[in-house]
C-alpha cells in the first residue's frame, strides 16, 4: 500500500480556484489507480474523481463535471485535482485515495480503496 498525503485546501470565494495534491510515498504509485472524494459535515463521503494509473481514463461525479480536473504525475508520485468555479456546495474535507490496480480500469466506490489519505478542507464562501 501507498501512504497518501494531501495538501492545498483552503478558503476561497464563490468563483474561485484551488489545487489540491496528493503525495504518495512508495515505489508502487504507478501502479494505481487513484480517486478523490469529499465529505460535507453532516453528509456521506462521495466521490469527486477517479483516474486510470497511467492517467489515460479519467470519470467525474456530475456534480463537478467541466469545473475540475483530475491528473496525476507518475514521476512526481503525485496526483492533482484542479478546482475551477468553486461553490459553496464544493466546501467539504477532500479525501485521495488509490488502489492497487493492473488495467487501465478506474474506480468510483469508496469501498473499492484501500488506502487514504488524512483530508485537506475546502471551503468556499459565498
Known amino acids: 500500500q501507498v501512504q497518501l498525503v494531501e495538501s492545498g485546501g483552503g478558503l476561497v470565494q464563490t468563483g474561485g480556484s484551488l489545487r489540491l495534491s496528493c503525495a504518495a510515498s512508495g515505489r508502487t504509485f504507478s501502479s494505481n489507480a487513484m480517486g478523490w472524494f469529499r465529505q460535507a459535515p453532516g453528509k456521506e463521503r462521495e466521490f469527486v474523481a477517479a483516474?486510470?494509473?497511467?492517467?489515460?481514463?479519467?470519470n467525474y461525479a456530475d456534480s463537478v463535471k467541466g469545473r475540475f480536473t483530475i491528473s496525476r504525475d507518475n514521476a512526481e508520485n503525485t496526483m492533482y485535482l484542479q478546482m475551477n468555479s468553486l461553490k459553496p456546495e464544493d466546501t467539504a474535507v477532500y479525501y485521495c485515495?488509490?488502489?492497487?490496480?493492473?488495467?487501465?480500469?478506474?474506480?468510483?466506490?469508496?469501498?473499492?480503496?484501500?488506502?487514504w489519505g488524512q483530508g485537506t478542507q475546502v471551503t468556499v464562501s459565498s
Open positions: 485515495a488509490a488502489r492497487m490496480s493492473t488495467s487501465s480500469a478506474l474506480y468510483t466506490s469508496s469501498t473499492l480503496y484501500s488506502s
Open positions: 483516474i486510470s494509473r497511467g492517467g489515460v481514463n479519467t
